[in-house]
């Protein structure tokens, strides 16, 4: 690194031998001919800019004050420009997290009441929907959407997952969230999204009023099990419980 005096500039890699010329300031550097047409040089040189010339001088990064420009790697803007003037899109590298997503939908072995779907097609993996009708139990007859959103870091992070249907439940509250053990401290890499959807699944065929979310329901299904009965299958053909007005979902 070559730190200038007088100066908030300083230079990291990529200076040629012999870079600073005797009774002046300015560091020697090349610049990759095909950068030219993007960027003004001699205004790189001024006392407001740092430069990062990295990579074998593939990439130049340059930071002032307040604002980062980032011009990309030569050879990748070469790619790009040959892709397209072949007609063809950039490909787009996976992250890790797809990779593994891409396995866990390929092996899914979903129970006869629960079905997937990408509602931004199968370019985005990352985001779908999983709709879940019970056969029996309280909410026999009901349909119940889930959104799923999973983090590029998948599996070593749980998937955001959120009931997108209104639905009267002790362990799903009226904003959609989820009481589940495995999308929050039990989540472990080895866990996939089959293993998320039958805990979905075991919800309604076993809501848990020990850990609830909407507490009332909660409540109502700890004393009195009828009444909870009757309050579900009121929600689910739409109408009011309580104060709170539930949309139809049958």
Not at 50 to 73: D, E, H, T, W, Y
Not at 107 to 125: A, H, R, T, V, Y
Request: aromatic residues 10%; contains cysteine; hydrophobic residues 35%.
């Amino acid at each position: 690194m070559l730190l200038f005096p007088n100066s908030n500039w300083y230079i990291i890699g990529g200076i040629e031998k012999g870079s600073t010329e005797q009774g002046t300031r300015k560091p020697r550097f090349s610049v990759d001919s095909e950068l030219k047409p993007e960027v003004d040089h001699n205004s790189l040189l001024s006392s407001d800019f740092s430069f990062f010339n990295l990579l074998q001088k593939k990439a130049l990064l340059v930071f002032s004050p307040g604002r980062m420009i980032n011009l990309f790697k030569v050879k990748e803007k070469q790619r790009e420009t040959a892709a397209n003037a072949n007609g063809k899109a950039p490909v787009k590298k996976q992250s890790a997290g797809e990779l593994r997503l891409h396995k866990d939908i390929s092996e899914l072995n979903l129970p006869k009441i629960c079905s997937i779907s990408f509602p931004n097609g199968k370019d985005d993996l990352m985001n779908f929907e999983v709709t879940i009708q019970p056969d029996e139990g309280f909410y026999l007859g009901g349909k119940f959407v889930f959104t799923f959103q999973v983090s590029p870091i998948y599996p070593h992070e749980a998937p955001k997952v959120k009931c997108k249907t209104k639905v009267y439940h002790p362990n799903i509250d009226l904003e959609g969230n989820v009481c589940l053990n495995i999308l929050r401290e039990d989540w472990k890499p080895v866990l996939n999204i089959n293993t998320i959807i039958y805990g979905l699944v075991h919800l309604f065929t076993q809501p848990n009023y020990e850990d609830p979310l909407n507490h009332d329901a909660a409540a109502v299904l700890r004393d009195n099990p009828k009444l909870f009965e009757s309050n579900v299958k009121r929600a689910m053909v739409g109408g009011y419980v309580g104060q709170t007005f539930f949309p139809r979902c049958m």
